[in-house]
């Protein structure tokens, strides 16, 4: 088999579509720019291999799941301790304590945790107990923030460029009357947001928020918009919920929170938490977390919440993310990296702005000023990160396209890139820029 070639992989996918719809097991699987999933044979460290033998640098990690690598012994260790003590779920043990405890001494707004499996579940458990204990059902969300894929969170403006345009589902089959308890406007538009805070503060149940923006590349917040998040929502009995399930635990092990000192009153995690294994928490200020039953009345359980495997798999993933100047190492790297990116397209005369923070970045093709709102991101060129995407591809680097519309996906390394890895993917950047400036697309 050539290091090139694909040809088990399009058969795989061929023969997927007779029985998985649309061929894939979750349709955000089929990378847009390459028009088809990748099918991954194992992954390792920092690479994936692939059914037809390529190895490739991976920077989506799982979604951002794998921050310390693929397979991390002590992941894999953990797993298999827990596979011994019987795959138990449904079941409280004492490392779901352990692990709760961990959080609660990590996590700035984590006076109490409740485990599920997925983030979806999180944030609308987060959700319930902000109506439950303000006795509201509005909320505020910003506008292209993803939390995940019930119908609480799958609207969006009409039109992004008009904050007049009414809200409107973003999948086919969401009535569009769940949107009638939302209120959506820009990221980082103190303005829109102090108006509505003054309007409707008093109606609203939540604000809710991906706290960096990485869902649309790498949008971080302007100065002092998160304290203003913090400030009017208190003023107005409003709960905060930062969303950090991709956030969580890339910058700092207390998330973009501990960062940016603002805490939220609840948080979700899932993704990095337990390196791969579905776990998520929604945590918070032990009144509102009161309000889930059975101490109170909003419901949250699940056969598979908090699974044993996951929990163990948590454990050993923050042993290892509390370790001492891991993260003084890691954005250093993340800073230079994203730096050294920036110098190739610029030398190759490639209109880019790569804007990232902690291990996760966005690669916005066209605009050359910062990206400070989804707007902003919506210049995006499709086309060259199309191209960009696909040479890579072909050298053996790995990107997720997440989508062919708006705002890039976002991208990111692992704690297992090592830095003759980083400069391997920088010959190969270098070499794709230099295409794509000769029109090679
Ligand atoms: C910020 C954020 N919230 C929630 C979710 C939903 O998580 P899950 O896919 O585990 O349901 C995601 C997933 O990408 C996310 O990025």
């Not at 928490?281 to 359980?301: E, I, K, N, Q, Y």
Request: glycine fraction near 10%; charge should be negative; hydrophobic fraction near 40%.
């Amino acid at each position: 088999m050539s290091a090139t070639s694909t040809a088990t992989a399009d058969q795989l996918f061929e023969q997927a579509q007779h029985v998985l719809a649309a061929g894939v097991s979750a349709g955000m699987r089929i990378n847009p720019y390459l028009g088809k999933p990748l099918f991954i044979e194992h992954g390792e460290g920092a690479y994936l291999y692939d059914v037809d033998g390529r190895r490739l640098i991976d920077f989506n990690m799982s979604n951002g799941a794998a921050l310390l690598g693929h397979d991390h012994p002590a992941v894999k260790q953990a797993v298999q301790h827990g596979v011994e003590l019987g795959i138990i779920c449904a079941a409280e043990t004492p490392f779901h304590e352990q692990l709760a405890a961990r959080m609660v001494e990590i996590i700035p707004a984590a006076e109490r945790v409740r485990f599920s499996s997925v983030g979806t579940e999180a944030t609308v458990v987060a959700l319930r107990v902000a109506r439950a204990a303000t006795g509201r059902s509005k909320y505020l969300k910003f506008d292209g923030h993803f939390h995940g894929l019930s119908e609480h969170w799958l609207f969006k403006s009409a039109d992004p460029f008009d904050p007049a345009s009414p809200v409107v589902p973003s999948s086919g089959g969401v009535p569009p009357h769940w949107g009638d308890d939302i209120i959506m406007i820009p990221w980082n538009d103190a303005e829109a947001f102090e108006t509505v805070m003054r309007e409707h503060g008093d109606e609203l149940a939540a604000v809710i928020c991906e706290p960096i923006h990485y869902n649309a590349g790498c949008i971080p917040p302007a100065p002092g918009f998160l304290e203003l998040l913090r400030e009017r929502t208190q003023d107005h009995g409003v709960v905060l919920i930062f969303d950090e399930v991709l956030s969580g635990f890339r910058t700092n092990a207390g998330g973009v929170s501990a960062t940016y000192g603002v805490t939220p009153d609840l948080t979700t995690h899932a993704k990095a938490l337990a390196n791969g294994l579905p776990l998520s928490s929604t945590s918070g200020r032990a009144d509102l977390m009161a309000h889930l039953a059975p101490t109170g009345t909003a419901v949250h359980s699940g056969t598979y919440s908090g699974h044993l495997l996951s929990v163990l798999a948590a454990l050993a993933t923050l042993e290892i993310l509390t370790q001492p100047g891991i993260y003084d190492e890691l954005n250093a790297r993340a800073d230079r990296f994203y730096g050294q990116m920036q110098e190739i397209f610029d030398r190759n005369g490639i209109p880019v702005t790569i804007q990232g923070k902690g291990a996760r970045f966005g690669m916005y093709f066209g605009p050359t000023e910062p990206i400070t709102t989804w707007t902003d991101a919506f210049d995006h060129d499709h086309v060259t990160n199309q191209a960009f995407v696909q040479q890579c591809n072909e050298r053996g680097v790995a990107f997720h396209g997440y989508t062919k519309a708006g705002p890039p996906g976002h991208a990111g390394f692992s704690l297992a890139h090592t830095d003759a890895d980083l400069d391997e993917a920088l010959n190969v950047f270098d070499t794709v820029a230099g295409n794509l400036a000769a029109g090679r697309t």
